[in-house]
């Protein structure tokens, strides 16, 4: 089984290192301190998940998702804020986001999420 390719974008290191760390050990993990490098380092790549932070320099989060929506990404989508008031849930069922963290993050529920949705089809159905 191909190992699944995840792609963090945060501009905290912090963050970013601790993703790096709990999910390293399952699959592949790359990440981006800003929309603008990860739309660099996208452009080809096709990662089966992104996890991406609202507030980012320049485009935030959402405008991050969306764009990389209209190259062709049809991967899973998560996104993480420490300003949950500024979200708005049309904008995550616009975008495909299948699912929203506030910040400080529960990381076992984050875990949890991330493998549900990385799961196998076949798998999940036969698990419902």
Request: glycine share 4%.
């Amino acid at each position: 089984m191909q190992t699944k390719k995840i792609v963090i974008v945060d501009d905290d290191e912090n963050i970013r290192k601790t993703f790096v760390l709990l999910l390293g050990k399952k699959y592949r993990v790359s990440s981006h301190k800003d929309s603008e490098e990860a739309l660099a380092k996208l452009r080809n790549a096709r990662p089966d998940l992104v996890i991406v932070d609202f507030k980012l320099p320049r485009l935030n989060g959402l405008e991050l998702i969306k764009r990389l929506r209209e190259t062709g990404f049809e991967g899973e989508a998560m996104l993480i804020s420490a300003h949950p008031d500024m979200v708005k849930i049309e904008d995550l069922s616009r975008f495909s986001i299948s699912h929203f963290f506030v910040k400080p993050l529960d990381l076992n529920a984050l875990n949890v999420s991330i493998d549900r949705v990385l799961q196998p089809k076949k798998l999940l159905e036969s698990t419902a």
